[in-house]
């Protein structure tokens, strides 16, 4: 495959200025399935932020139509020629290849190492061994009808990053999701799961809180198995005839417990360059983020005997999956071997970084991002991510030859190693921390393309920034991105009780804690991809776009350019709006006059945020509950001060100087020291969820304090909560 690569390499690098240029943007064809015809595309003339528009309205003209289908499948297919796990020979000709794309369009690239604490999987073996007559020796290699990329031998066995070496036999018992509720009915229903083997499902919360939950109450070993009710034939027709997960189609993953701290893991707070002495570096067997029980995922087809053979109680009904039979929650009789045997060692990962040095303000950064690296071929997650990337880098690239230069430095990123553990950004925020502390914005897209519906999520500050990008872009349907957007969300009040098409993989979008409009809702950031570093170590204000659809084969084999051209994006014009909307996001923040942030957004939905918690703390200690006044008061003086700040970001002249610097200081003014237990997290809005890991918990230190029934913690955390909403407010106010 290696051999294979190279032909395209080269072409490619006689490409840099010959790269076909699109002069016009094609229009976009309207569905024939619409029954009403959507607006044509016109794009808004004012831009807040921008006093004199023009010609900012005239480079995104020029940006927009660059970006182009074609190119990005060439990209797609080049990325994803071979499995390309971080560290890997592979990975490292995908870095190249980014290297070149950056250097082609004028960037001032080059290539990042570090060298991190990860594994690979030396031998992971499922065998049942009781009752007498099931068999089953998994797991079974991913198999389909018709793949032609399934039996390359470079395609890492099915396994879980960062579980430890370990060799366990015992009696099996069913954990449903293995949520902190899924435990808690097991003890109700008097099963112990001390020293058993746990069999959880994918889906609902990340997978490192799942084995998280099984350590602490006593598990010897983990299996994480796709149930076909969460991503397979429960959902529709599987691939290869449609696009959910087959038989034997396995999650991969990291179980990190990346809720601690993400990256590499003996070195939280500092970055793992290549020369850092080991004595710099925290003992793995110290390292808090790190399971301490096996775990490895397994195929449906292979969960089925376990699964069929659980004697003892029937389960909870809303536990039952879609495998044809009653599930029970054992314990036993049936009996599982579990060894897994990992190779632990530093290895060196590769992040690619690109540079448009700004005109006017170079220490301001504007950084945007998407990871390279993949369990196997990543064709969705993240390649679509990288290729849409590419063709924003693209774009940039046509604006330096007209002679563009943006006021604030752009910093194009391709991640490594996202997958162990948001590894390659953790450890760039982590280097970079001082040049970040004035960085505008982080922008982040991961899995890009799985199908036709945007979705984003985002600070408060930049929800209105991100919707107004959008509208700027056209959608392949018609009308702008949106439009189509706006649509889909509007159709979706009605369906939010449904299930979420991809509730077995993170995505952006999604339920907000709280929507201070009744404009298109834009989610929150919990964690699971490379913003997490940005905004809740360092304060950078962030956001994540990608567009879904039905998507079964994440993290398995059958994620490749064969499942992508079939079902993610069979034209790449969802590539080419992922490039544009991702490419305006960044040109746009790089060159404003004044900040665009909404801090009236963010107050009022802080405030959101406090009230449910005094309703939780209520129900939570009755008459002990504290007060919550001074909280919600805050709240909204930062939600006052926002919006008279807003009144002057629309003003048409005057020097923008010190509102930029207030606006820019705002988010930083919400880091603290760190949550309770875990001191690398510093956002006092936001965090990944303990229980939970993708899903956002807002305002983490009270509400978390709320959920352990710790009244004094509670106190102490609205206390900190409340100082840190007033400091924003008092920088705001300082605004006249
Ligand atoms: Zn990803």
Do not use: C
């Amino acid at each position: 495959m290696v051999r294979s690569l190279l032909p395209v390499l080269f072409f490619l690098a006689f490409l840099p200025s010959g790269i076909p240029q699109q002069t016009t943007t094609p229009p976009p064809t309207q569905p024939s399935s619409s029954a009403k015809a959507p607006a044509p595309f016109k794009p808004p003339d004012t831009i807040f932020g921008y006093r004199n528009p023009a010609a900012e309205l005239q480079t995104e003209k020029t940006f927009l139509a660059v970006p182009d289908p074609q190119l990005a499948k060439k990209h797609l297919q080049v990325l994803t020629a071979a499995p390309h796990v971080a560290g890997s020979p592979e990975d490292r000709h995908t870095a190249e290849y980014v290297l070149q794309q950056y250097t082609a369009a004028g960037l001032d690239a080059s290539i990042q190492p570090y060298k991190v604490w990860m594994a690979l999987p030396l031998d992971v073996r499922v065998d049942v061994v009781a009752p007498e007559g099931v068999v089953m020796h998994g797991p079974s290699p991913e198999r389909v009808s018709d793949d032609p990329f399934q039996k390359d031998p470079r395609i890492l066995p099915p396994f879980n990053e960062y579980s430890p070496s370990g060799d366990v036999t015992a009696d099996v018992v069913y954990a449903n999701y293995g949520r902190a509720e899924d435990f808690k009915k097991l003890q109700e229903l008097g099963v112990d799961v001390k020293g058993k083997i746990v069999i959880i499902r994918y889906g609902e919360v990340f997978r490192g809180v799942k084995v998280y939950l099984a350590e602490k109450n006593g598990a010897a070993g983990v299996i994480l198995y796709s149930d076909p009710w969460d991503d397979g034939y429960f959902k529709g027709d599987k691939y290869v005839k449609g696009p959910w997960r087959p038989d034997s189609g396995v999650q991969r993953g990291s179980v990190q417990y990346l809720f601690r701290y993400p990256g590499d893991p003996t070195t939280p707070d500092i970055a793992s360059l290549p020369d850092l002495p080991e004595s710099k570096r925290t003992p793995p067997a110290q390292a808090t983020d790190l399971p301490k029980i096996p775990a490895t995922p397994l195929s449906y087809a292979d969960a089925t005997p376990i699964l069929q053979n659980l004697g003892g109680p029937d389960t909870p009904r809303s536990w039952q999956g879609a495998l044809p039979f009653t599930y029970h929650v054992g314990p036993g009789p049936v009996k599982v071997h579990l060894s897994v045997k990992q190779n632990y060692r530093y290895t060196t990962i590769w992040d690619v970084i690109g540079v448009v040095k700004g005109s006017e303000l170079p220490n301001e950064w504007v950084v945007t991002g998407n990871h390279r690296d993949a369990w196997v071929y990543g064709a969705v997650d993240p390649n679509s991510g990288t290729a849409a990337q590419l063709e924003a880098v693209h774009g940039v690239g046509e604006l330096l030859k007209s002679g563009w230069r943006p006021k604030r430095t752009l910093v194009f990123a391709s991640w490594d190693a996202e997958e162990e553990g948001l590894i390659g950004s953790t450890e760039f925020a982590e280097q970079h921390a001082k040049e970040l502390s004035r960085a505008v914005a982080y922008f982040n897209m991961d899995a890009a393309v799985s199908g036709p519906d945007f979705g984003a999520s985002a600070v408060p500050s930049l929800k209105q920034y991100l919707r107004d990008v959008t509208k700027s872009v056209p959608s392949p349907k018609g009308g702008s991105v949106y439009d189509e957007w706006k649509s889909k969300g509007d159709k979706g009040e009605q369906e939010r009780n449904a299930p979420a098409v991809n509730d077995t993989a993170p995505a952006p979008g999604g339920e907000p804690a709280a929507s201070a409009t009744k404009d298109v809702r834009v989610g929150d950031l919990g964690s699971g991809s490379d913003y997490t570093a940005f905004l809740q170590h360092l304060g950078v204000p962030s956001a994540d776009i990608g567009s879904k659809g039905p998507y079964g084969v994440y993290h398995s084999t059958f994620d490749d350019f064969m499942w992508f051209s079939k079902f993610g994006d069979p034209t790449f014009v969802y590539e080419q709006e992922m490039a544009r909307v991702y490419g305006i996001e960044a040109i746009r923040m790089a060159s404003t006059d004044v900040l665009p942030f909404d801090y009236e957004e963010y107050g009022k939905e802080v405030a959101e945020y406090v009230k449910s918690a005094e309703q939780k703390a209520k129900s939570q200690f009755g008459d002990q509950a504290p007060s919550f006044a001074d909280a919600l008061q805050a709240a909204q003086r930062l939600q006052k001060a926002g919006a008279n700040v807003l009144v002057v970001q629309g003003r048409p002249s005057g020097d923008p100087g010190v509102v930029n610097l207030v606006l820019r200081n705002t988010e930083r003014a919400f880091l603290i020291d760190g949550l309770p237990e875990r001191p690398w997290f510093k956002h006092v809005i936001y965090a990944p969820g303990e229980h939970t890991g993708y899903a956002a918990v807002v305002i983490p230190g009270v509400n978390e304090a709320i959920e352990n029934n710790n009244l004094a913690l509670t106190k102490q955390q609205l206390q900190i909560l409340t100082a840190a909403l007033n400091r924003a407010a008092g920088g705001l106010e300082l605004v006249k």
